[in-house]
């Protein structure tokens, strides 16, 4: 309600062309950007996901936003070693010391539904245990309702904002954590990418115990140089391990942040590089049907070839009718017109050109591009 209010009443009577337009929403938007992470924080689990899936949505919410909202991915608050081990303890029904040799007090990782502790079995295995915050299940469908109610309300005072489609699939998120297996099924001929074995006998609704791993962050540049690997190549395997998911298989981990995504010297000496990833947090996937990925990859065609019957083709079947012709700025920042390479700058005017038309784009009938965009902004 207070961000509805704030809108209207500080940009009420001021026309979008105006001089002092763009200065006054910048402002409004990273005041209010503030406002949604002190809520995300002090409010944890559902609040802190869907703060982080905002943070990923850079091709269609303010920078402000995704800047700011971005602070959660690294940042969620754990609970107590004993709270955990309770947890641990009345999942598996038994003392948490006859299960593990070891197990680290303090949290390796904390995360928006979970915190992840190092752990030895008594079979010598080295674990990443995973332990869901107490009280979640009871809390989570009370915040989703709440958030659902902010949703509709959001459109209902913003009619240009069509933003309630993405709820079943936050939801969605919000339910699902065993897909690890079928994408190290999908990924299992590619070396370049590790995903980590899951013990079932340990596991349960509201715990996962994994193969340890230790390795730095994606973003954590340095370490990986330590490591003696290439960062430009970890970039390019990166962009060919997510391309693999979306192209060839249609099963798309959608929440590639920096703390889901490891990087290690490949354990395989014959392996094409010696950079490899290792994919983490298996609960946001997205299964693109046959026909989707087909169009998907004419797309990209389209857009490489500058193929502008094509694009319209693929606009039809995305049934984004002649909104098709934004698709290149969406994912290449560049108009199909565009008669330099796309790594090339941007003239003056192509710029100018550029902000005008993002700012007509209203795609809140492709949510399945959506959630590759939102994945995407990352990998890219």
Not at 203 to 227: D, H, R, W, Y
Not at 244 to 268: L, S, Y
Request: with cysteine.
């Amino acid at each position: 309600g207070q961000v509805v209010l704030d809108y209207r009443r500080n940009l009420k009577g001021v026309e979008r062309d105006a001089p002092d337009y763009r200065p006054k929403l910048r402002e409004l938007n990273e005041r209010i950007a503030q406002r949604l992470l002190r809520l995300c924080f002090q409010n944890g689990g559902v609040y802190t996901k869907f703060g982080q899936q905002l943070a990923t949505f850079n091709h269609g919410l303010p920078k402000e936003y995704t800047e700011t909202l971005a602070q959660l991915q690294d940042q969620a608050k754990p609970v107590s070693f004993e709270a955990a081990v309770r947890t641990v303890e009345a999942e598996l029904q038994r003392p948490w010391q006859e299960l593990f040799q070891e197990f680290d007090r303090t949290p390796i990782a904390a995360a928006s539904l979970a915190q992840v502790h190092r752990a030895v079995d008594r079979q010598g295995r080295e674990l990443a245990v995973k332990v869901q915050y107490p009280h979640l299940a009871a809390q989570m469908s009370a915040d989703i309702r709440v958030m659902k109610l902010a949703f509709q309300l959001t459109e209902y005072y913003f009619p240009d904002i069509q933003i309630q489609w993405l709820f079943p699939e936050f939801e969605r998120a919000l339910r699902s954590e065993r897909n690890s297996r079928r994408i190290a099924a999908c990924l299992k001929r590619n070396s370049d990418v590790h995903v980590p074995i899951v013990y079932d006998e340990l596991s349960t609704k509201k715990m996962l115990c994994m193969e340890f791993i230790n390795a730095p962050k994606i973003s954590q540049v340095g370490a990986i140089q330590e490591l003696g690997l290439d960062p430009p190549v970890v970039a390019r395997v990166l962009c060919e391990v997510f391309s693999e998911m979306v192209f060839c298989h249609g099963f798309v981990h959608c929440d590639p942040h920096a703390g889901n995504i490891f990087v290690r010297r490949n354990p395989d000496p014959t392996a094409k590089h010696k950079e490899q990833l290792v994919l983490l947090d298996h609960g946001l996937y997205r299964e693109l049907d046959e026909e989707f990925r087909k169009t998907y990859c004419d797309l990209w065609r389209a857009m490489l070839l500058r193929d502008s019957a094509l694009l319209e083709d693929c606009g039809k079947r995305l049934n984004v009718g002649d909104f098709a012709k934004y698709l290149p700025l969406l994912f290449t920042y560049r108009p199909i017109s565009h008669k330099g390479r796309l790594d090339a700058a941007m003239s003056e005017d192509e710029r100018q050109k550029l902000g005008e038309d993002l700012g007509k784009m209203r795609f809140s009938n492709v949510r399945v591009l959506w959630l590759i965009l939102s994945g995407s902004s990352v990998w890219n």
